[in-house]
């Protein structure tokens, strides 16, 4: 069973930072490509980043670009967002997905002064 469980997320002022990870188990995790999306209040799931499964290709949507780092330790079994500059707008559960577009429980972030 594919397990993904998303965590790092909090409350920070806008302009901060902040740090997801994601851990997984129940598939080869070196064997598949993982991305991040994000949900907002009364909004639909939208797509953050995506890295290929040796982690040596990232893609990035516009609203994040520059702003935000996917990685991943395969050796852990992890993945990571590393989050910079972060504007209201970012507000919103962030959850990882996997193989099947599997996705565990996520994560709240909100910007906010």
């Known amino acids: 069973e594919v397990q993904l469980q998303a965590c790092g ?3 920070v002022q806008p302009g901060g930072s902040l740090r997801l990870s994601c851990t997984a ?3 080869i995790f ?3 490509g993982m991305s991040w999306f994000r949900q907002a209040p009364g ?3 939208e ?3 995506s890295i ?3 982690g040596e290709v990232t893609r990035y949507a516009d609203s994040v670009k520059g702003r935000f780092t ?3 330790d395969n050796a852990k079994n992890t993945l990571y967002l590393q989050m910079n500059s972060l504007k209201p707008e970012d507000t919103a559960v ?3 997905v996997g193989p099947g577009s599997s996705r565990g429980q996520g994560t709240q972030v909100t910007v906010s002064s």
Request: a positive charge.
């Open 9 to 11: 997320g909090g409350l």
């Open 25 to 27: 188990s129940g598939f």
């Open 30 to 32: 070196s064997n598949y």
């Open 43 to 45: 909004k639909g799931l």
């Open 47 to 49: 797509y953050v980043a």
């Open 52 to 54: 290929g499964n040796g």
């Open 70 to 72: 996917m990685s991943r």
């Open 94 to 96: 962030y959850f990882c």
